[in-house]
């Protein structure tokens, strides 16, 4: 931890001296050298995400990119990255110790989807803190509020696939899992990934929160705001019920049959996975309905400049 905080703050000290000054130590003169990075950033906004509307596309990459640029956003989102390293990295030296995969299966399955709803809550619980005076752009946008959560919520899907994709490989290095275990894990981790959405969506309409520029930190925070979403991060192992209910019921029938718990299991997830869909299309719409109703009362709070 003391190494990857150093490195990264040598990083963001040179970083910070070449925004002012050449590498030679002039001053920095425009060119369109300097533009690359903007341009780029232009280029993954064009683009078109398949099967997303152009609007729930647009949304999507300009949250995505926002996301980049912002140190905080990069900050927290490194911080679950971490953590399979720490708590996955004995089991390469297990040994003849290690346990059956069978018996790994389940913890790690609740150990990835934990990681991801950790990880999320901070962003998805205000999901419109990032964006203060832009926030703004969105209202003044002829779309559909419905487009513009579904897009907030997709910006997310990147880092949520990078953990996923970091954590499952890992463990199959270890090998604690097999390809029929990693997709299930997979489908599970996405249904918890809806139903994480819709909470923050529901939380950030409601009580939206504003945070100061370059941190996470809250500016001039309101105590029942802060209270409530105290209260949904207690209570947030809610959202692991899908993945222990598969879990649980593919254990019981394959001790009363001759099946294997692993084929049940990726059964149940994928009907879970058609329903919380099917919840959160129904859902959603009506959650663009209440940030159209609110959304000047966010406004107004989000945008709120330090003093």
Request: charged share 10%; glycine share 6%; net charge positive.
């Amino acid at each position: 931890m003391l190494g990857i905080g150093s490195l990264s703050l040598r990083r963001s000290y040179h970083s910070t001296l070449q925004a002012y000054c050449r590498v030679d130590g002039h001053s920095r003169v425009a060119t369109p050298q300097s533009k690359t990075s903007a341009d780029s950033l232009r280029l993954i906004v064009a683009r078109q995400i398949p099967w997303l509307s152009e609007q729930q596309s647009t949304v999507a990459l300009t949250t995505f990119c926002s996301f980049l640029r912002a140190p905080e956003t990069k900050t927290m989102g490194l911080i679950p990255c971490i953590l399979p390293v720490i708590f996955v990295a004995p089991t390469f030296v297990w040994g003849p110790a290690r346990p059956r995969l069978e018996s790994l299966h389940g913890w790690v399955t609740f150990g990835t989807v934990g990681l991801v709803i950790y990880g999320l809550l901070p962003f998805v619980l205000n999901t419109f803190s990032t964006d203060r005076s832009g926030f703004r752009s969105y209202l003044l946008m002829p779309i559909s509020r419905r487009d513009i959560l579904i897009g907030k919520n997709l910006a997310h899907l990147p880092w949520v696939a990078g953990l996923v994709v970091g954590s499952l490989l890992i463990c199959s290095l270890g090998g604690l899992l097999t390809l029929a275990q990693i997709i299930a894990t997979v489908i599970q981790v996405a249904n918890s990934f809806l139903l994480c959405c819709l909470v923050g969506n529901f939380i950030s309409i409601y009580f939206p929160m504003t945070i100061a520029a370059g941190t996470m930190r809250p500016l001039k925070p309101n105590l029942a705001t802060i209270l409530i979403q105290m209260v949904v991060v207690l209570f947030s192992p809610i959202l692991l019920l899908p993945a222990v209910l598969a879990s649980v019921v593919a254990f019981v029938a394959a001790t009363f049959t001759n099946f294997h718990v692993i084929p049940i299991e990726m059964a149940l997830a994928l009907l879970e996975f058609a329903v919380i869909a099917w919840i959160y299309r129904r859902a959603v719409t009506a959650q663009g309905t209440l940030l159209q109703q609110r959304e000047t009362l966010i406004l107004n709070t989000v945008a709120a400049q330090n003093e």
